[in-house]
């Protein structure tokens, strides 16, 4: 058998047919098998199951096994459609065929050889086909899996197991050849139907008899290494092929334990057990419990093997993409766990009370009430700790919500910078709640910058404004817990769980009691933020600055030396001519003196000498006298202050007075300064025409990230036609 | 002669103007900004150009780029670049297509009357004219990597002298040697470099330049 890639083809017209003829006629062979059933119907019943009497057992089997036929045949024409080319589709074929046969054969041959006799051609041979295809079908079976989803084993060394079914398929088919009569055929295989096999051949099955013991054993051998293989290959999948296998995995657990059930009423040959083992281990299988776990088992058996597994191979082949599986065995587990419970608590009560308390029929009505009383108290616990078993299983471990937190708090403890606690807590907060993605928005500025997500999307920082615009980005339900810190919102933590999973309240509360502790954290990644920017500021103003004085150098003092330099080479050359060598010198002192100028007033720019040398007041008023509007400068500071206090102070007087003068079109200015309980207090206040804006202007920015620096702050008050008034503030160093 | 004069200070461009009249030659053109330089020299094709590198409007390299325009559409027009600081990049820029009628002057030159005239006419004559700064700056560069190091230091002068583009009698008038001797040091540098040697002083300077940027 050639291992290969599954491809996929573009499917023309002819799978299309194919699939098609395939999925008819598996449904034309069901409705001909049901008819035979109804017409074998009179034949004597072998087995009803508990609970129910023989006809409507016989109505039930036949139903769970028409629609198994139906879905099987329908599932393997669509994938014979969508992927022709596919040894999968192949082999799911052969096991199709495999399980068509037997009920119809059956059936055929109970009308040709009981119901009937001589009536139908081959009927003795149809008797024979079962066991065949039984055999052939769990080889194709196991080989499907090992090769399940591309076509693939795991690795060649899995190989002696699909050889193992091949000896098992072998040994199988030749010990049935010892006694053949009768044969429990049909879809309901309740008739024995004699078929006399040659005798010349019996002794082959009764030669091979010694091996009966290993066969019975080497099918659940098989099946748990193929269960072994299954969960290596899906622990080590990834991508697609996982979703594939999750999907083929889930639905052959669930056949897989309904068909262990159905051998509870079975006694293996258990000679080598030890006694006690042994006799109780063979009294349970004599019990009617046992037969009756057996009997529905089977018929739950069917259902999984022949509705579920087919359509879950179907949706694993053609369209995994498309439904999430995770759900699906999320809500299995916790369902069917719930139903197990609620069985299991009724055959506690019920029968273990009842038959203590003597009463071996009906229900009493104080025990009925028992029981509901007991369910309804331990429902919600045990529902409860059925989400988390479903929750472990699908998703893994998910941290305790209290480990979370005392971990997250831990890390605060620790004073880890801001860029390694907000990731931190994204992730926790996706473990913790089992999200499918999680994101911490800090507030910088008057934005929302996402500053970390989980799973990481590494993109480039995001910005939004209002907190509506972060859930809009997400499509579905997202939660979004805001941030406060100091009744100052400092930013949002946003969470998506997985479709079709709610917050539940315990991991409400974590986003909520993580959010109230993530204050501390976003608060200081906003400062280092503001830091940072203001940091670029700076470095962009300095350059903006060094280009001013270049520019000013090379268009001012620069220009009038070179031109002082060209009229003295002129009057050096002249030499004797008298009177354009007094002009040119007289030329060369204006320029050098003008030049002069320029530089003056461009230190003067730079730093004040007057502020070093006599101190704030005097720089200031200074300011104020030569401001081209005229200006009044009140100052009640008794004393020096620090350089860069000063320093600070004077360039907000500086460059408001040039705003003001530049902008706003005022009459007069006025410059307050003032010293009150340690910090210096600057107003600058002009009858101008205002609308000034913060956000305008490198200017004013470039003075706060002074401020800042100084430990002081800034504030603007400028209505349009109502003046400006800026005021400064700093402490007094 | 006939020269146009660009620069956007008025003062400078007068000054200038005036001292190039006063030594005989005439002033045909004077414009603000590269744009005005542009037009004078197709209608009135000087026989050289003298322009400031920074000019209006975006007071970058607007001189270096007409330098280089008119030099593709007259050859015949020598350019003198001035500025108030020298550039090697620049320089190297402008001698891409030879260094003939070229030259590359610092604007403090202009206070040496006759140098700055002298200069002026070795372009306009088809020379060069190469900033002893800029030469400076590419034998710093070069030394710091120790190959003009095996140069004697009366050779590094010849050196210098023959990269501003000035021949060998001007080299052998600055260095007070006989240009006999100034011969036996070109060529003992030309060997010692491997270079070709050539005759031609605008070859020579860009020989020499060629071999300094490397």
Redesign the interface.
């Known amino acids: 058998m050639a291992a290969r890639i599954e491809t996929l083809h573009r499917t023309g017209p002819a799978p299309a047919i194919a699939g098609a003829g395939i999925a008819l006629a598996g449904t034309a062979l069901a409705i001909a098998t049901l008819v035979l059933v109804i017409l074998d119907r009179q034949s004597p019943t072998f087995y009803t199951l508990p609970g129910l009497d023989a006809g409507w057992s016989q109505v039930l089997r036949t139903v769970v096994v028409t629609l198994g036929l139906i879905t099987f045949s329908v599932i393997g024409g669509v994938i014979v459609w969508r992927r022709p080319q596919s040894l999968l589709s192949l082999l799911f074929l052969v096991l199709m065929v495999s399980l068509w046969i037997p009920p119809f054969a059956g059936e055929y041959a109970t009308y040709g050889l009981v119901v009937a006799p001589g009536s139908l051609p081959l009927a003795d041979l149809a008797a024979w086909t079962p066991k065949f295809s039984t055999d052939l079908g769990f080889m194709a079976g196991v080989v499907f899996v090992l090769c399940f989803p591309n076509g693939r084993l795991m690795s060649a060394r899995w190989w002696p197991l699909a050889g193992l079914t091949l000896l098992y398929f072998a040994c199988d088919l030749l010990i049935g050849l010892d006694d053949p009569y009768p044969l429990w055929v049909g879809m309901l295989a309740t008739t024995g139907v004699p078929v006399t096999l040659p005798p010349a051949v019996w002794p082959i099955g009764a030669w091979l008899g010694f091996l009966s013991g290993a066969v019975f054993w080497a099918r659940p051998v098989t099946l748990i290494l193929v269960a072994i293989y299954l969960v290596r290959r899906l622990t080590s999948a990834s991508g697609e092929v996982r979703l594939q296998l999750k999907w083929f995995v889930y639905a052959t657990t669930i056949a897989a334990l309904t068909l262990a059930l159905t051998l509870a009423d079975s006694v293996p040959p258990l000679d080598w057990l030890p006694d006690p083992i042994r006799s109780s281990l063979q009294q349970f299988a004599g019990s009617e419990t046992a037969h009756a776990v057996a009997s529905w088992s089977s018929v739950l058996s069917v259902l999984a093997g022949w509705v579920l597994l087919p359509l879950a191979i179907g949706v694993a082949m053609v369209r995994y993409r498309l439904y999430d599986i995770d759900v699906v065995i999320n809500k299995t587990i916790l369902y069917g766990g719930l139903a197990i419970f609620v069985t299991v608590s009724y055959g506690v009560v019920v029968g273990g009370v009842g038959s203590l308390l003597g009463q071996r029929t009906g229900l009493d009505p104080v025990l009925g009430f028992v029981t509901i009383g007991l369910l309804a108290l331990l429902l919600l616990p045990v529902r409860a700790r059925l989400q988390d078993l479903a929750n472990s299983a699908v998703y893994g471990k998910r941290a305790k919500p209290y480990d979370v937190l005392s971990d997250f708090a831990a890390s605060i403890g620790r004073a880890q910078p801001a860029d390694v606690l907000l990731p931190r807590m994204a992730e926790l907060l996706r473990v913790g709640t089992g999200a499918s993605v999680t994101e911490v928005w800090a507030k910088v500025g008057d934005r929302l910058q996402l500053a970390a997500s989980s799973p990481d999307t590494k993109s480039q920082p995001d910005n939004v404004l209002r907190t509506e615009e972060i859930a809009s980005r997400h499509a579905g339900g997202a939660s979004v817990e805001p941030v406060f810190h100091d009744g100052q919102m400092l930013g949002a933590l946003l969470l998506v769980k997985p479709r079709g999973e709610d917050l539940n309240p315990v991991e409400r509360r974590l986003l909520h009691d993580l959010a109230s502790q993530a204050g501390l954290v976003l608060g200081r990644f906003r400062l280092v933020q503001e830091l940072r920017e203001s940091r670029a500021r700076i470095v962009a103003s300095q350059d903006v600055e060094r280009h001013r004085i270049e520019?000013n150098l090379?268009?001012g003092a620069?220009?009038r030396f070179?031109?002082a330099?060209?009229?003295?080479?002129?009057a050096?050359?002249?030499g004797g001519h008298e009177v354009n060598h007094d002009a040119l010198l007289a030329e060369a002192s204006r320029?050098v003196r003008a030049g002069l100028n320029e530089l003056r007033t461009l230190a003067r720019g730079l730093q004040s000498p007057l502020l070093a040398e006599a101190g704030l007041v005097a720089a200031i008023s200074d300011l104020a006298d030569r401001a081209a509007v005229p200006t009044t400068f009140i100052a009640a500071i008794p004393r020096r202050y620090s350089e860069s206090t000063e320093s600070a102070a004077y360039f907000v007087v500086a460059e408001a007075l040039t705003n003001a003068v530049k902008h706003s079109a005022a009459q007069t200015i006025g410059v307050t300064i003032s010293e009150t309980a340690g910090r210096l207090s600057i107003e600058v206040r002009d009858d101008g025409i205002g609308g000034a804006d913060l956000t305008r202007g490198s200017g004013i920015i470039g003075l706060q990230d002074r401020l800042a620096a100084a430990g002081g702050h800034l504030t603007l008050e400028s209505s349009p036609g109502g003046g400006t008034v800026i005021r400064a503030e700093l402490p007094c160093t | 002669m006939h020269v146009a004069v660009a620069d956007d200070s008025v003062l400078f461009r007068e000054g200038l103007a005036r001292l190039l009249e006063s030594s005989g030659m005439e002033v045909t053109g004077r414009a603000g900004d590269a744009a005005e330089l542009l037009v004078i020299v197709d209608t009135k094709q000087p026989d050289i150009v003298i322009t400031d590198i920074r000019m209006p409007p975006t007071y970058t390299t607007e001189g270096l780029v007409a330098a280089v325009r008119i030099r593709e559409r007259y050859p015949h027009v020598a350019v003198l670049l001035l500025s108030h600081y020298v550039e090697t990049t620049h320089a190297l820029r402008l001698l891409e297509r030879g260094a003939a009628r070229i030259g590359y002057l610092l604007k403090d030159r202009v206070s040496d009357v006759r140098e700055f005239t002298d200069a002026v006419r070795r372009v306009a004559g088809g020379g060069s004219a190469i900033d002893p700064e800029v030469v400076a700056q590419l034998l710093v560069r070069r030394r710091r990597r120790d190959l003009a190091g095996e140069l004697s230091e009366r050779e590094r002068e010849v050196l210098h002298l023959m990269a501003e583009g000035r021949s060998n009698t001007a080299i052998g008038a600055t260095l007070h040697l006989s240009e006999k001797t100034v011969e036996g040091h070109v060529r003992s540098i030309f060997s010692k470099l491997g270079l070709e040697p050539t005759v031609e002083d605008h070859r020579r300077v860009l020989a020499v330049l060629t071999y300094l940027k490397a």
């Open positions: 520019r090379h268009d620069q220009q070179v031109n330099l060209l009229a003295l080479g002129m050096q050359a002249e320029e």
